[in-house]
């Protein structure tokens, strides 16, 4: 009898055994899986603060050891703080944007790459584990730059036109417009030029290469549409397609000029706006000369026609 109530007592103490090892199986889960991130503001604000060292795929629900011994510390507040009101937690959204935002000042140090974004982690008190979240990584934060850029640039057009809408300002030349607009945008460039190469090549990658042109195509739109372009018809593409060709032209001509303020890039850009324009006039010329041709012959064809009877009815 004494014998069987020792057995049983050490099968409860393997039960516990076994109950302790699951938890801390389910909380290195919860480390190492990136989507409860979503609902952290930051280390700070944690409400419920779980500590974790030597945490590795290798001993994932494994017990620990005395070197990996998982330490769990709760609060009801932010340690060494008082209690207040709860505070409202920032969605995956704008986590990843504060994520890349900070890692875009390692980048001329590290390059386009996850190890610049795990540097902003850091520099955030994030764990490095938080650049799981982000699908292509150095594509995430690629793209992330061209879009802040984009947007900086809208902001800056949109304010301008508010300005000439309410007379406070005095409209630019088409030309002059679009050499500054561009010009402009290529200058933000200039805090990560030494390594844009790596980052256009990134852009070209498959998984990337769809976001990269609805980037592209976007800002410039933008800049046709405020340049005053207002077509409907087949001109709305041929305008923006030529831009196109014209900022990817002086990007690739950027990354490699070595002249005092870049301006061997702004007289390329100057001549390829030119050419553009150019061709545009000439376009018209050949067109309306066609016209004119076309109907010289339909006016010839009427003359003949009437000259021989061929109008008249029988």
Not at 1 to 10: S, W
Not at 99 to 105: G, I, K, T, W
Not at 254 to 275: A, G, H, K, Y
Not at 287 to 305: D, H, K, Y
């Amino acid at each position: 009898t004494e014998r069987g109530r020792e057995r049983g007592t050490e099968r409860e103490g393997e039960r516990v055994t076994d109950g302790v090892q699951f938890l801390f199986g389910v909380l290195r889960f919860e480390a190492l899986f990136p989507s409860v991130l979503r609902y952290q503001h930051h280390l700070k604000s944690l409400r419920t603060s779980v500590c974790f060292q030597h945490v590795t795929k290798e001993h994932l629900f494994q017990r620990p050891s005395d070197s990996q011994r998982l330490s769990i510390r709760c609060y009801s507040h932010p340690p060494g703080e008082a209690a207040g009101e709860p505070e409202e937690f920032e969605s995956e959204e704008q986590l990843q944007e504060r994520l890349l935002s900070a890692a875009l000042q390692f980048v001329p140090k590290l390059g386009w790459s996850e190890d610049a974004i795990a540097e902003g982690a850091k520099a955030l008190g994030l764990s490095p584990a938080v650049c799981g979240m982000l699908g292509s990584g150095a594509g995430e934060l690629v793209l992330h730059f061209v879009l802040k850029c984009n947007m900086e640039l809208t902001h800056t057009l949109s304010e301008q036109h508010k300005l000439l809408q309410l007379g406070q300002a005095q409209k630019k030349p088409t030309v002059q417009f679009v050499q500054d607009t561009v010009q402009t945008r290529l200058r933000m460039l200039l805090p990560y030029i030494q390594s844009w190469p790596q980052a256009m090549s990134i852009l070209l990658l498959p998984q990337n290469l769809t976001d990269s042109v609805k980037a592209l195509s976007h800002m410039v739109d933008d800049i046709c549409y405020y340049a005053g372009d207002r077509s409907t018809d087949i001109d709305w593409f041929t305008r923006r397609a030529a831009m196109a060709g014209i900022y990817q032209a002086c990007e690739l001509v950027l990354v490699q000029d070595t002249s005092p303020n870049q301006e061997d890039t702004w007289r390329f850009l100057d001549n390829r706006i030119n050419d553009v324009i150019t061709v545009a006039e000439k376009r018209k010329e050949v067109q309306s000369t066609g016209e004119a041709v076309l109907q010289g012959l339909v006016g010839a064809a009427l003359t003949m026609q009437n000259l021989t009877g061929l109008s008249q009815r029988r």
